[in-house]
């Protein structure tokens, strides 16, 4: 027994790692161990300390910081639907800009588009509306015409009220004419020609009489005043198509407040 006692004492004598400058590899000293946890302590009382000062509205933005600040990585069904088909729009009606400016591909026929797209334009209507309302004597053409007028006027209201909500711009750079912003016509959705020669062409052919020839005639005209803005650069395809649906409501909007005969002849003895 005591030869295998000093046999254990001269190996631990000689085992480097048993010095004294080598202990606090093999245990960490107890001042050290007690110094971090009470560290620890300190900083989860004061976070604790922290969070029962603080408000619930701050607890909730620190709670909901974590999720604002994170990518969307698996966006919606709906949002890359609507981006899509928002990308698609935008392509084909950049191609379809042909009278865009000088330059492009349809550029010596620019002033030929313009001159179709006035004819839908909302001053040159309703100028003829008050010319032919002076010069109008059957109380029948008369109330047809103030309700024409009515229409007119709704029409300019309406689009400029959604165009300012919406505050789209169209696809090229092109800047508003003198008559545009006169209408206040100057944004892009929806498409203010598009609306108002929808609503005119279903205004006539309820309310006149025409040949088959003369109303295949009327909506060719309403679709290529339409698409007119679209060639021009000024309109994307689903403001033109959305000008459309707006016209058609206001159409039925003017049908549901038509104004009599009595009302008319007492508006027009007024003016």
């Not at 300390?49 to 990585?73: F, I, V, Y």
């Not at 010069?135 to 103030?146: C, D, R």
């Not at 929806?190 to 088959?212: E, T």
């Not at 198509?241 to 003017?254: I, K, P």
Request: glycine share 8%.
């Amino acid at each position: 027994m005591p030869a295998s006692q000093t046999r254990s004492r001269a190996r631990d004598r000689n085992n480097v790692l048993n010095r004294a400058e080598f202990l606090s590899l093999n245990q960490p000293l107890k001042g050290t161990q007690e110094s971090r946890s009470s560290g620890r302590k300190q900083s989860s009382q004061a976070g604790a300390a922290g969070t029962q000062n603080s408000s619930p509205k701050e607890r909730r933005q620190s709670q909901q910081l974590p999720e604002e600040d994170c990518m969307q990585l698996n966006p919606s069904f709906k949002g890359i639907a609507f981006n899509s088909l928002l990308a698609i729009d935008i392509c084909m009606s950049k191609r379809l800009g042909v009278c865009a400016n000088r330059a492009s591909s349809w550029g010596g026929a620019r002033s030929m588009i313009n001159l179709l797209g006035i004819t839908g334009h909302g001053i040159p209507w309703i100028a003829g509306t008050l010319i032919c309302l002076v010069k109008s004597s059957t109380l029948a053409g008369q109330e047809v015409l103030m309700n024409l007028l009515l229409a007119l006027l709704l029409d300019i209201m309406i689009v400029a009220g959604l165009q300012k909500l919406a505050k789209r711009k169209g696809p090229y750079d092109v800047s508003p004419g003198l008559l545009d912003y006169l209408t206040m016509d100057t944004y892009a959705f929806p498409a203010g020609h598009a609306s108002r020669a929808a609503m005119l062409s279903k205004f006539f052919l309820n309310h006149l009489v025409l040949a088959i020839p003369l109303r295949i005639l009327l909506v060719l005209w309403a679709l290529c005043v339409g698409f007119s803005r679209v060639m021009i650069g000024r309109h994307h395809i689903t403001d033109v198509l959305s000008g459309f649906v707006f016209g058609y409501l206001q159409f039925r909007l003017v049908e549901l407040i038509w104004m009599s005969s009595n009302t008319c002849q007492m508006l027009i003895s007024i003016w």
